[in-house]
């Protein structure tokens, strides 16, 4: 109590070395002057205690002040990154964030304007949506790393389960769940922050409200004579209202999900395939063994990107000579992929339903709906064995029933006792072998109808496998060794030029897997359509937001390329700059109109896929 009693202490007559029983100038008390006997101070009326923080103000004021006026303006600043900052990482510089933010001026307008008890409500709701704001531009920021678009409120968030599964598919237990731990502190950490700050900042406001007021009408009127004039720092406004905007968008984003349900509907009721019987479908390749592989992230950049042309060049070139020394042609087009950078369900589903599967709430209502596929046509025919090889399936796939798939081959059914490689469970050429050890190569078996997924091009493609001796596969066991000669993806994705060489070198071993296979395997009656599913991650593409992918036609015999030479295709592994270039959805009935009965064969076979692209 010494710090609040000071002062009282101070006038007692005791404080001042003088004797209590002295009168004034050190007389003594008049004799018939009775002495007083002070009555005691209560504790009570000497305020609250003070605390270790309000003692450690008054012993260092300065410290105090200097304190006070730093936390205000990391205040300021952390409202004003919340507002400035954009939602994808190739924008932030310096200059994003020497803006008015046309929002921070309304808010502020507000605040000074409303009374006492609603004002601290407004800053706190304002502080937690400040906060809210803050966490989606940075999941924003993730969603255009990988997918090269933003994060859907209403249809994305399921992918965070997936994204945890990649973290402990990449990382381990362990690293998956420090990273869940993060994003949770992290998040609570956004909201807490905001909101402080926005309360302290409002509070400060209040206390110079003429101050206040100035300021803001000051900025008011700058902020509307930079967008009349329309004045640039290095290019970038300098007045915004990037973020009402971005909000905007997100509105409408929500209600076009909502939407979107009832158009998905109404696409999927159209089949032109519905009513054909089953000895007329794909009557041009009865007795062949067809193979639909999807390699893994192989999209237009591996071919196109001058960084990665000549090595993808000479490994196709390659492939197409070997094959051809072997007897086989190939034509090859470009597909527009549905996504880019990640969701390769959704591009499968694309190709084999001849719907447009860009979000998750379609493909749902695809796999619990009766459209057929091009794997369930071939089922229906039942004269071809349809299975499915998918190495990346680690756990319950309830959806593959819906692929009509007599039989599925996942990671832990394919025989490999080698080691995963960051995320792919199996490498491809073991992948490939399996598939003729499991079921190509059996003897006395029915035509076969396969989908095969190549996962070794997957996200984060380090280390990477690489080709050996066919004879030498085994059990997988001989990849733990290939696995040490491989890179560290934690040193790998340092550097984009490290990432895009990695990427490349999967995108080869991939190619090779399947055309050595081929050329090994492949008879009179194998035809092979391989693709890939979508572009890689934009630190692959350099931003580009083209989602092109290459298609491949191979086979021996001679009818089954003819059927399709009013596509155009290019001769060769390789497809042309200029090439035919389909949406992925258009493929299904192209494919079976191309294959069908001679007398059926119709204009580029749109049938359901007529429009479900835009």
Known sequence: MQLFTRSRQLSDPTESGADPDDGPAGTTDHPTAPAETPEPREEASEGPAPTRLDRWRQRHPRAARGVTAGTTVLAGVLLLFALLVPNRVERLSLEAFLRIPAEGVLLVTLLLALPPRPRRITAVVSGVLLGLLTVLKMVDMGFYQVLARPFDLVLDWILFDDAAEFVRESFGRGGQILAVIGVIVLFAALLVLMTLAAVRITNLMVRHRPAAVRTTLVLGVVWITCVTLGVQITGVPLATKGTAEMLGNRVEQVHAGLKDARVFEQQAAVDAFAGTPPDQLFTGLRGKDVLFTFIESYGRVAIDDPAMAEPIDAVLEEGTGTLKAAGFESRSGWLRSPVTGAGSWLAHSTFLSGLWIKNQQRYRSLTTSDRMTLTNYFRK????????????????????????LDHIYDSEHLGYRGPYFSWTPVPDQFTMEAFERLEHGREDREPIMAEIILASSHN????????????????????HEIKKEGTDPAEVWQDPEKVRTEYRKSIEYSLRSLTEWMERYGDEDTVLVFLGDHQPVPTVTAGSTNKDVPITIVARDEKVLGQVADWNW?????PAPDAPRWGMDEFRDRFMT????????????SGGASGTTG
Do not use: Q
């Not at 090889?389 to 756990?395: D, E, L």
């Not at 290019?570 to 390789?574: M, R």
């Open 570 to 574: 290019t001769d060769g592994l390789k």
């Open 460 to 479: 984060p493609w380090s280390p990477n496998a690489r080709m050996i001796d066919w004879d030498d596969l085994g059990d997988g066991s001989v990849f």
């Open 594 to 605: 191309a294959y069908g009965p001679p007398g059926g064969k119709r204009d580029g076979g």
């Open 381 to 404: 025919t039942g004269d071809w064995r349809t299975v499915g090889i998918v190495p990346g399936v680690r756990r319950a796939w309830p959806e593959g029933k819906y692929f009509g």
